[in-house]
Nanobody, 120 residues
Framework: QVQLVESGGGLVQAGGSLRLSCAAS????????MGWYRQAPGKQRELVAT???????NYADSVKGRFTISRDNEKNTVYLQMNSLKPDDTAVYYC??????????????WGQGTQVTVSS
């Protein structure tokens, strides 16, 4: 089974920083992409940032210039460095891994979520 372990969430004042991490383990043939999504109360889950195994990144417009996604392919770990945090960033952040147990079966795997709260 594929397991995702998230860490790094917490409370921070506006303008502060946090770094989230997510490590994937288990029987994984390959990982195509890793990323972070978030969901605030009463809102739909939205993409925050993704990174492919080749290093191509994609960011939501709301976080461009403030957040940086990176990965360590050897460790199957993805990071999200969050700077200049705003109260609107408050949400549960979910790690996502798009990978394969076998080459022909690509699936999405999700972490349990970590709470990020930004006070004004």
């Amino acid at each position: 089974q594929v397991q995702l372990v998230e860490s790094g969430g917490g409370l921070v004042q506006a303008g502060g920083s946090l770094r989230l991490s997510c490590a994937a383990s288990g029987s994984i043939f390959s990982i195509d992409a890793m990323g972070w999504y978030r969901q605030a109360p009463g809102k739909q889950r939205e993409l925050v940032a993704t990174i492919t195994s080749g290093g191509i990144t994609n960011y939501a417009d709301s976080v461009k210039g403030r957040f940086t996604i990176s990965r360590d392919n050897e460790k199957n770990t993805v990071y999200l460095q969050m700077n200049s945090l705003k109260p609107d960033d408050t949400a549960v952040y979910y790690c996502n891994v798009r990978g394969r147990r076998v080459w022909y079966d690509r699936r999405d795997y999700w972490g349990q979520g970590t709470q990020v709260t930004v006070s004004s």
